[in-house]
């Protein structure tokens, strides 16, 4: 849900195309820290829509993307949500299911 959720999110605003490049069409969400943080994997603002070429091609070059983000969203929120990251999170199944449920309804608005 939270991956339909942020391509959704992105094809509003960009019309389809991968936030990133800017070219390719939207297929998949790409998160700006590792979803590996628990702390920030469902987070909106870790995330954006791409096409696959970008999510791929993030593994290589991290750093070409952190500084796309800094330059989007500033060093002081890009150093927040990586501090977010590094701390640890447990969630527990009502917790994700109020996520799950947020959401839907932010889905069901659109």
Not at 62 to 91: C, M, N, P
């Amino acid at each position: 849900v939270f991956s339909i959720f942020v391509r959704l999110r992105g094809k509003r605003l960009t019309g389809g195309v991968c936030e990133l490049c800017l070219k390719r069409p939207i297929e998949v969400c790409f998160h700006w820290v590792s979803r590996g943080d628990y702390a920030t994997r469902w987070d909106p603002e870790n995330s954006v829509a791409s096409c696959r070429g970008c999510n791929f091609e993030e593994t290589f070059r991290k750093q070409k993307y952190r500084d796309l983000h800094i330059s989007r969203v500033g060093l002081e929120s890009r150093e927040a949500l990586e501090d977010k990251a590094r701390t640890l999170t447990h969630f527990t199944d009502a917790d994700l299911e109020v996520k799950l449920a947020d959401l839907k309804a932010e889905l069901e608005k659109s």
